[in-house]
């Protein structure tokens, strides 16, 4: 395997999460998985990281304000990778947080895709539908793009005003450590994300308060700037961040899911027979070479995409996730079995997931009201 590497451009080679945390300076999740209410992202670690969260944990118990903010990258289709995210987003929003989602089209459109038109469409198309669809409510939910704050001039004004004094408070050289190679679009979009982040907070909306940002690893650069900034703007007394790091989803083919290979995802938007026919073809096998091989000697679920999947996704009961674990192993159950289990789950969810999202479409005005 090659040498592993995260930053918000390139994730390689196996990940050692606990390494990384140390490299980071991230700490362990798992103290706080039972202190808030039942939730597979929580209880398997799949939420394995965090900064600041005893914070968020003390509004959760107290029943006090806090807020959830966190980004997208109108780019590519919304797949499984995508997912644990906006599980956690809802999660919080059923806490009563107030949930702040930016869409990330500045920054996109200077690092990827100067088309803000189909930005915006994929925006809706490919994030917010299937945001809906998997229980996002429009209540307490300010979904907004970063090209557009508000219609509201002076809550606009406090955003955009935000992310120009910021530029004061980062030095060059911290930018470049951060980043490795350096553009002014890279410049400007940092800026315009940490004041994604702490916005929130201005006096305009309603001022400091708890805010936690749920992102993945590789998106640590980013937060690790935006707290040294927040700190040193004297104009605000702003409450430090709290993040949390959710790990990988695991690729059908092993690796990371990656939107620029559609042989390692299934999109939710993917028919049932497509996901069907990908999870047969790609999905990595902890299997023998032969049946008669792993009757006998047990295959590995550890390394078994399709294990790992219904891990991750699609079997939330422990007990059942042990019966199929231990079957596996012992060489009971073969992976073509392994792989029809999976794929009665995944199509079942997905008939449901679509159906659901066309109904979203009545919803998306509700989101879009930029106030
Ligand atoms: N940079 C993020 C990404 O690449 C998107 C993003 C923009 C974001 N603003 C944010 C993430 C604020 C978290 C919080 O996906």
């Given at each position: 395997?090659?040498?592993m590497?995260?930053?918000?451009?390139?994730?390689a080679g196996e990940?050692?999460y606990?390494?990384?945390?140390?490299e980071f300076?991230?700490?362990?999740?798992?103290k706080f998985?039972?202190?808030?209410?039942d939730?597979v992202?929580?209880?398997?670690g799949?939420v394995?990281?965090q900064?600041?969260?005893?914070r968020?944990a003390d509004c959760?118990?107290n029943?006090?304000?806090?807020?959830m903010?966190?980004?997208l990258?109108?780019?590519g289709?919304?797949?499984?990778?995508?997912?644990s995210l906006?599980?956690?987003?809802i999660?919080?929003?059923?806490l009563g947080a107030?949930?702040?989602?930016?869409v990330a089209?500045i920054e996109a459109?200077?690092?990827?895709n100067p088309?803000?038109?189909e930005?915006?469409?994929t925006?809706i198309?490919e994030?917010?539908?299937n945001?809906?669809?998997l229980g996002?409510?429009?209540q307490n939910c300010?979904?907004?793009?970063?090209?557009?704050r508000s219609?509201?001039?002076?809550l606009?004004n406090?955003?955009?005003k935000?992310?120009?004094?910021?530029?004061r408070h980062?030095?060059f050289?911290?930018m470049q450590a951060?980043?490795?190679?350096?553009t002014?679009g890279?410049?400007?979009?940092?800026?315009?994300?940490?004041?994604?982040?702490?916005?929130?907070?201005?006096?305009e909306?309603?001022g400091?308060?708890?805010?936690v940002?749920?992102i993945?690893f590789?998106?640590?650069?980013?937060?690790?700037?935006?707290r040294d900034i927040?700190?040193?703007?004297?104009?605000?007394?702003?409450?430090q961040?709290?993040s949390?790091?959710?790990?990988f989803?695991?690729?059908?083919?092993?690796?990371?899911?990656?939107?620029s290979?559609p042989?390692?995802?299934?999109?939710?938007?993917d028919?049932?027979e497509?996901?069907a026919a990908?999870?047969?073809?790609h999905?990595f096998s902890g299997?023998?070479a032969?049946?008669?091989?792993?009757k006998?000697l047990?295959?590995n679920p550890?390394?078994d995409?399709?294990?790992?999947?219904l891990w991750e996704f699609?079997e939330p009961d422990?007990?059942?996730?042990?019966?199929?674990h231990?079957?596996?192993k012992?060489?009971?159950?073969?992976?073509?079995?392994?792989?029809?289990?999976?794929?009665?789950?995944?199509?079942?969810?997905l008939?449901?997931h679509?159906?659901?999202?066309?109904q979203?479409?009545?919803?998306?005005d509700?989101?879009?009201k930029a106030d």
């Open positions: 395997m090659a040498e590497k995260v930053t918000p451009w390139e994730v990940i050692d606990d390494k990384l945390m140390r300076g991230i700490d362990p999740f798992a998985s039972k202190a808030l209410p939730n992202l929580f209880r398997r799949i394995y990281g900064r600041d969260f005893q968020i959760i118990k029943k006090k304000e806090f807020v903010m966190t980004g990258m109108p780019s289709k919304f797949h499984f990778g995508h997912k906006v599980d956690q987003i999660f919080y929003q059923s107030n949930v702040y989602i930016a089209d459109y200077n690092m990827r088309n803000m038109e930005l915006k469409k925006a198309e994030y917010l539908l945001y809906i669809a996002l409510k429009p300010d979904f907004y793009f970063q090209s557009a219609n509201d001039a002076k606009s406090a955003y955009y935000l992310a120009g004094l910021f530029a980062a030095t050289n911290e951060v980043y490795g190679e350096l002014p890279r410049m400007t979009s940092s800026l315009l994300q940490a004041a994604d982040m702490f916005h929130p907070q201005l006096p909306f309603g400091p308060k708890p805010v940002v749920p993945g590789d998106q640590d650069p980013h937060i690790r700037l935006a927040g700190q040193r703007i004297k104009e605000y007394s702003f409450i961040l709290s949390t790091y959710h790990k989803a695991v690729g059908l083919k092993g690796g990371k899911m990656s939107s290979d042989t390692s995802y299934i999109a939710l938007t028919t049932p497509e996901a990908k999870i047969r073809k999905a299997g023998r032969t049946a008669a091989e792993q006998k047990g295959a550890e390394i995409v399709s294990y790992q999947w699609f422990d007990k059942k996730l042990r019966q199929i231990d079957d596996y012992s060489g009971a159950m073969l992976t073509g079995e392994l792989k029809e289990l999976l794929i009665g789950k995944v199509t079942a969810f008939r449901e679509q159906r659901k999202r066309e979203a479409r009545k919803q998306v509700k989101f879009l």
